[in-house]
């Protein structure tokens, strides 16, 4: 079976997610660390972001392994490295929209993607999963929230990840995000017409799980 959940950045959907697929134990695969992974290794490579040869190069290279831990935790391997805390930095939280939108960047990803469903039953969340990875997708869910809530909630990520942010600069973070994974020309941001809607602006984590599990089986 395979559940996606869909959503802007800050919604919550990794979050929920994560919980989702211990609860249901499924595997969890957080598509958007694939794109942070890439990122990173751009950035460590010193290939310009705007370099789009040069990072496609790199996607036809790359290597990334998605290890789900007993506690519901996600372990990402880049080329045999652990790179889970790395690629949660701003400046690859900067950047990543940028490589997400190249075209053969996402058919390189989105192939790698599909390939998690041969593992088994899966939780994927992202921007495109029940759109474009798997539009045939047993269960869609699209999490959303309000621009205020979502800025709240990834300023709040980052300084428990110890880092030193301030609020506006997130602010400007998201909109930029927003901007460009909803217009780009491949895959943008959208809801799939047969996935359901959550907004979680007043919901907890906890609400939110309940609720998807609940419709996942009323």
Known sequence: MIIAIDGPAGAGKSTVAKILAKR??????????MYRALTLKALENNVPINDEPGIIQLALG???DLLNNPDGSLTVMLDGEDVSLAIRKARITQFVSDVAKIKEVRQVLVKMQREFKEKGDCVLDGRDIGTVVFPHAQKKFFIDASAE??????F?????????????????????????DSTRQTSPLRQAPDAIYIDTTNLSIEQVVEKMFKLLNG
């Not at 249901?24 to 660390?33: P, Q």
């Not at 809530?149 to 990834?154: K, S």
């Open 156 to 180: 709040k990520e980052l300084k428990g990840l110890s880092q030193k942010v301030a609020e506006n600069e997130v602010a400007k973070d998201l909109a930029n995000r927003d901007k460009i």
């Open 149 to 154: 809530v979502r800025i709240q909630r990834r």
């Open 24 to 33: 249901l134990g499924f595997l969890y695969i957080d598509t958007g660390a």
């Open 62 to 64: 790359i290597k990334i």
